[in-house]
C-alpha cells in the first residue's frame, strides 16, 4: 500500500472527526490500521485521515454491517489498490462474496424463523398449563 501523497493531505479529519463522522471509537480506527485496511498520515503520534481513509472507512463498515470478513474486505479493497482499471474484476469479486453472503443471512432467517416459531409455540403451551394450574388451584 502506498502512503498518501501530497494532495491527498487537503480535507483532512483527526481521530476524534473520524470517529464522530462514523460512530466508531479511536480503538477501532487504529484496529483497521494495524490490520493495514486504513492508511492515515501519521504526524508524530497524530493520525490524519484522507477523503481515501474515509471512503475505505465507509466499505468496511457496510462490509461488516452485511457480514463479510475482513480479510475478504482487505482483498476487495486491495484488488482496487492495485488497479483501478480492473474496476470489472473487483465488482465480480464483490457480487460473488455478496451472493453467497446473502445466501447465507437467508438460511440464517429461516432458521431464526422456526426457532421463533417453536418458542412461540412452547410459550403457548406454558400459558395454558399456567391458567390451568391456577384454575386447580383457585377450587
Known amino acids: 500500500m502506498?502512503?498518501?501523497k501530497p494532495s491527498d493531505?487537503?480535507?483532512v479529519l483527526?481521530?476524534?472527526e473520524m470517529c464522530d463522522a462514523?460512530?466508531?471509537t479511536p480503538r477501532t480506527l487504529r484496529f483497521y490500521e494495524q490490520k493495514e485496511l486504513l492508511f492515515p498520515i501519521r504526524q508524530g503520534t497524530r493520525r490524519l485521515f484522507t477523503r481515501r481513509d474515509r471512503a475505505r472507512l465507509k466499505l468496511i463498515?457496510?462490509?461488516k454491517r452485511f457480514g463479510f470478513s475482513l480479510e475478504d474486505i482487505r482483498q476487495l479493497l486491495d484488488m482496487y489498490d492495485r488497479d483501478p482499471g480492473q474496476q470489472a474484476a473487483q465488482l465480480q469479486r464483490t457480487y460473488e462474496l455478496a451472493?453467497?453472503?446473502l445466501s447465507e443471512m437467508e438460511q440464517q432467517r429461516d432458521e431464526?424463523?422456526?426457532a421463533i416459531t417453536d418458542l412461540k409455540a412452547q410459550m403457548a403451551w406454558g400459558e395454558e398449563m399456567l391458567a390451568t394450574l391456577a384454575k386447580g388451584n383457585a377450587t
Do not use: C, K, M, Y
Open 22 to 24: 462514523f460512530e466508531v
Open 99 to 101: 451472493r453467497a453472503r
Open 2 to 4: 502506498t502512503p498518501a
Open 61 to 63: 463498515l457496510r462490509g
Open 14 to 16: 483527526t481521530i476524534r
Open 112 to 114: 431464526l424463523n422456526e
Open 9 to 11: 493531505t487537503a480535507d
